[in-house]
């Protein structure tokens, strides 16, 4: 037997090509028995553009469309998407919001609507998953996520940020969304999977940011099969052939280590848990929860993070208000800090359900196959909601909550993002880190740029610092 065979178990690379192949037929754009609606359905206003141009238009321009479609057609409208110019209906109100987010489940389904993320996810994703499935999955991931986890992961945090800061260049320029994503790739990588073994993480980690890194149009080209054979799309198929074997690997060595009931890393955890629970998980539904926690927990943080760092360069009196809330031990502001950073830059666009049977939302009755969901862009820029909304302003997280349904970078709901606890605590490490020891000045001006589905600094949110 091969070593590559022996570190797989009894799996040989072929099958688990097949697990890959088995995937990608089974997984779609537009996920499994959805129902389509009727196409004389009364939807609210929108643009009359071919479906093609509106999904290229959501996808690759969705900081102009979101804010011009409320504009010119109301507080909810209909863009329509490939393939088949299905109905995507989108909310800016928040009591609209909260109509979609306590939807009953059984109706309200947020895998559906996450569809477009199944060829890299897996069908078995907490993000692609609804019904009993979904809440079967939670269920056996909520603890590796509890208060009494997350402190247990913090000094581990602490650690790999205090490392990454002690290298930054003194008085150089440098991208800091690179360094947040080399950090919190890191993070992901020791916390989720527990890989400590320095020759398995560099083979992790070209692996995984190919995988963050994949166009739009890679994830639109999902929707037609024949084009994983061209370009991109062959390449990002073939980095997750690459990615799958990695992870498979790396689950059938644990379930085998003889120390695994007291490891604290989550898929040890999950292992444990599932075995416990007699209801233990598949090597493929970990791969693909393991998956869906790498890149939902990676970028999205590293992100926020990286234009809290940018804003806190461009505003003296914030910065030195950071520096003494580090002094002082005031987390609370630092805490602050990254929630205003969400909201003013929010990483994902929308929350969306798709409707299995009819709904009313925002005063429209909706029919089956409606995919519907809140504009994150537009309502963290309302300034009913939030005065002043293109001002970085802290202050609006202390001492006070928003108001319901208006800051919701982690959805909402029975949905609401498991990690979000997570990101929080990993941001505020950081920070402090950062500011215990640098001074931070930004260069240069930065807008955000769209990539995959997600959205960063087009030029990685730029800054230069200088020790003290």
């Known amino acids: 037997m ?14 688990v090509a097949e697990l890959t192949a088995s995937r990608f037929r089974d997984t779609n754009a537009v996920g499994g028995g959805t129902p389509p609606p009727p196409p004389d359905a009364a939807l609210p206003p929108g643009p009359g553009w071919p479906a093609i141009a509106q999904t290229v238009a959501l996808m690759r321009f969705r900081h102009w469309l979101h804010p011009w479609a409320q504009r010119t057609y109301g507080d909810t409208f209909t863009l329509r998407l490939i393939p088949g110019g299905r109905p995507l209906v989108l909310v800016t109100r928040p009591e609209h919001t909260k109509e979609i987010f306590a939807g009953d489940p059984e109706v309200f389904h947020a895998g559906k609507g996450n569809a477009v993320l199944g060829p890299i996810m897996g069908r078995h994703s907490l993000l692609l998953q609804d019904s009993v499935e979904h809440k079967r999955a939670r269920t056996l991931l909520m603890p590796a996520f509890s208060g009494q986890a997350l402190k247990g992961y913090q000094t581990l945090v602490e650690d790999l940020a205090r490392d990454e800061v002690a290298h930054w260049p003194d008085g150089v320029r440098f991208r800091s969304l690179d360094r947040m994503n080399a950090l919190t790739l890191e993070v992901i990588l020791r916390v989720v999977f527990g890989v ?3 020759r398995r993480l560099r083979a992790l980690r070209p692996r995984v940011n190919a995988t963050v890194d994949v166009s739009p149009a890679v994830l639109l080209g999902w929707s037609y099969p024949r084009l994983n054979r061209f370009g991109m ?73 990286a234009w809290a760092l ?7 009196d914030l910065h030195a208000r950071t520096v003494r809330a580090v002094v002082e031990g005031d987390d609370a502001w630092l805490e602050a800090v990254l929630k205003e950073s969400m909201r003013l830059h929010p990483v994902i666009p929308m929350v969306v359900r798709t409707l299995m049977k009819p709904a009313t939302i925002a005063g429209h009755h909706l ?3 409606t995919t519907v969901g809140p504009s994150i862009v537009v309502t963290h820029q309302r300034d009913d909601l939030h005065p002043d909304p293109e001002v970085f302003r802290p202050e609006r997280f202390l001492g006070q909550n928003p108001a319901p349904n208006s800051w919701i970078p982690f959805g909402g709901g029975v949905r609401r993002c498991i990690g979000a606890g997570f990101s929080v605590m990993e941001g505020v490490a950081v920070l402090r880190e950062v500011f215990r ?21 087009r030029d990685g949110a730029t800054i230069r610092v200088r020790r003290r």
């Open 2 to 15: 091969s070593t590559q065979q022996s570190r797989l178990g009894d799996l040989p690379d072929t099958d």
């Open 196 to 198: 400590t073994d320095e």
């Open 233 to 305: 799309w062959k390449r990002a198929v073939e980095n997750q052939y690459e990615l799958d074997r990695l992870m498979y690997a790396e689950i059938r060595d644990r379930r085998a280590a003889p120390d695994v009931a007291e490891r604290t890393d989550v898929l040890s955890r999950l292992i444990c848990i599932g075995e416990e629970q007699g209801d233990p998980l598949s090597d493929v539904e970990l791969r693909d929860q393991l998956v869906t926690l790498l890149l939902a927990g990676h970028e999205t943080t590293a992100t926020a993070l």
């Open 310 to 316: 940018y804003e806190l360069g461009r505003h003296p």
């Open 367 to 369: 029919p089956a196959g």
């Open 437 to 457: 020891h640098l001074d931070v000045e930004a260069v240069g001006r930065d807008v955000p740029k769209v990539r995959n589905i997600t959205s960063v600094p």
